[in-house]
């Protein structure tokens, strides 16, 4: 299995540009998790999709945020318009269903908003 | 609400030390609990995990026990490496709940030959 696949692994942007974020999960899971990691906060929950249905957005900072997630495989994060403070990894992570399952996280955007 | 806490970091060890990583957790019922692993420029990693009180969890020489009774999930090694480096990461998966997970804010260790 190829594990949970993110694009891009880098991202550098300037301030005010559109900035999207993939995500493909490990076939057959159906949850999907975004996250957002800063020196600042740790690891931050962002959103949370369960058979591609938002269950928790919670977290997700501001209305320049937004996520999808169309089909089984396939989720994307939008920022826009990105701003400085922005910059981040970005993480997503799946998990499958039927007793205690683990998540299995992507090896992460970086994302710099000049 | 549903948390978990961690001992603050950073940690340095000499090679071969002992290392303790406290883990304390807050959640109703009986939740799954978790370590992770995150090297550096790399996504986390599952190192362990403990599914009911008194199990013990272990891989790569890492252990940790679910403590019921005391809320508490301590990661422990008794011999690090330097490529034990990492920051690791105490999670909770509450029955329930879907799959969301609460993860703690990290531990970073740096071994030291």
């Known amino acids: 299995d190829a594990g949970v696949i993110q694009s891009p692994r880098h991202e550098v942007t300037e301030m005010g540009q559109e900035v999207t974020l993939r995500c493909k999960p490990i076939?057959?899971?159906?949850?999907l998790f975004w996250y957002r990691q800063t020196m600042m906060r740790g690891l931050e929950l962002l959103i949370y999709?369960?058979?591609?249905?938002?269950?928790?957005d919670s977290g997700m900072p501001e209305d320049r945020f937004s996520a999808k997630m169309p089909n089984a495989s396939f989720s994307t994060l939008k920022i826009q318009p990105s701003e400085p403070r922005d910059s981040a990894v970005y993480f997503c992570?799946?998990?499958?269903?039927?007793?205690?399952?683990?998540?299995?996280f992507g090896p992460g955007t970086r994302l710099l908003v000049l | 609400g549903n948390s978990v806490t961690q001992m603050e970091g950073p940690v340095t060890l000499s090679e071969e030390a002992f290392l303790t990583i406290n883990c304390t957790y807050t959640a109703t019922g009986y939740p799954s609990l978790f370590w992770y692993v995150q090297y550096p420029g790399e996504g986390l990693q599952l190192l362990l995990k403990?599914?009911?009180?008194?199990d013990k969890g272990s891989n790569k020489g890492f252990e940790a026990t679910y403590r019921k009774e005391t809320t508490s999930f301590h990661l422990e090694k008794g011999s690090v490496q330097v490529s034990d480096s990492a920051v690791y990461f105490c999670a909770l998966r509450k029955a329930n709940t879907g799959n969301q997970f609460y993860f703690g804010t990290g531990t970073s260790l740096t071994v030291i030959p």
């Open positions: 403990a599914t009911k009180a008194d």
């Open positions: 076939s057959g899971h159906n949850s």
């Open positions: 999709f369960n058979n591609n249905v938002p269950i928790d």
């Open positions: 992570a799946t998990a499958g269903q039927g007793g205690v399952e683990t998540q299995y």
